[in-house]
Nanobody, 118 residues
């Protein structure tokens, strides 16, 4: 499977963005076996987990984004989304999606840059 990440951009603090991680070259039954995670890499910091969703829909969030970010998936579009609200300058970074399936292996998408201005 190949992952295509998109949706980044420049936004003012308090604004919103929605990131997409599309599973290309995948049929729905394969998509449904994957756990997907959004990571971000900020300047001078290690890569950190932002949010994840398992194949059965269980979600997990970093404490720093709880209540502001929502991860969800659309099976018909074979896409995992990260809705980001109330953005802060410290949310700035390159966001990448990662997916893993016990049956089909793992894959990384390319990063998409999110810049939040104060």
């Amino acid at each position: 499977v190949q992952l295509q990440a998109s949706g980044g951009g420049l936004v003012q603090a308090g604004g919103s963005l929605r990131l997409s991680c599309k599973f290309s070259r995948s049929i729905t039954s394969v998509f449904n076996t994957y756990d997907t995670t959004w990571y971000r890499q900020s300047a001078g910091k290690e890569r950190e987990l932002v949010a994840s969703i398992t194949s059965d829909g269980t979600t997990n969030y970093a404490d720093s984004v709880k209540g502001r970010f929502t991860i969800y998936k659309d099976n018909s579009r074979k896409t995992v989304y990260l809705q980001m609200n109330s953005l802060k300058p410290e949310d700035t970074g390159v966001y990448s999606c990662y997916a893993k399936s016990e049956l089909y292996g793992e894959s990384w998408g390319q990063g998409t840059l999110v810049t939040v201005s104060s």
